[in-house]
């Protein structure tokens, strides 16, 4: 699937990475080089009219790390993850004292998360067993 995004976010999205917070450099240094189970992530990509904190296409991923700038743009914030929905994505939501002080728990969330994308059984019919 092809993601779009508004051109004018581009420079946006170089601006954002050069001003990270604290809990998005630490989240990036676990994510970058493909550390989780081989999976490429962006941080700060531009999707629609929307950058996100982190994306990792063939999950159609999207994680968020929420912190004091989000206070206050609750519907802002519901607004534009609705949005990510419509469009096939997940979104994953962090808060910034738990990337800093629980770094295991939500790396484990992530693993826990990826695990229960790939475990997909197909009914029983398509396994090749009869209905009854």
Known sequence: ???????????????????????????????????????????????????????????????????????????YDLKREKYLTSIGLIVLRFFDNDVKQNMSGVIGALYEWIDKKSYNPLPPFLRGNKCS
């Open 1 to 75: 699937m092809l993601i779009k995004y508004n051109s004018k976010n581009k420079h946006l999205s170089r601006v954002l990475r050069k001003k990270s917070t604290l809990a998005e450099v630490l989240l990036w240094n676990e994510l970058k080089g493909r550390k989780i189970l081989n999976y490429q992530f962006m941080r700060q990509k531009p999707i629609g009219n929307y950058i996100v904190d982190f994306y990792c296409s063939p999950l159609k991923l999207v994680v968020e790390i929420d912190g004091l700038t989000h206070i206050g743009k609750e519907d």
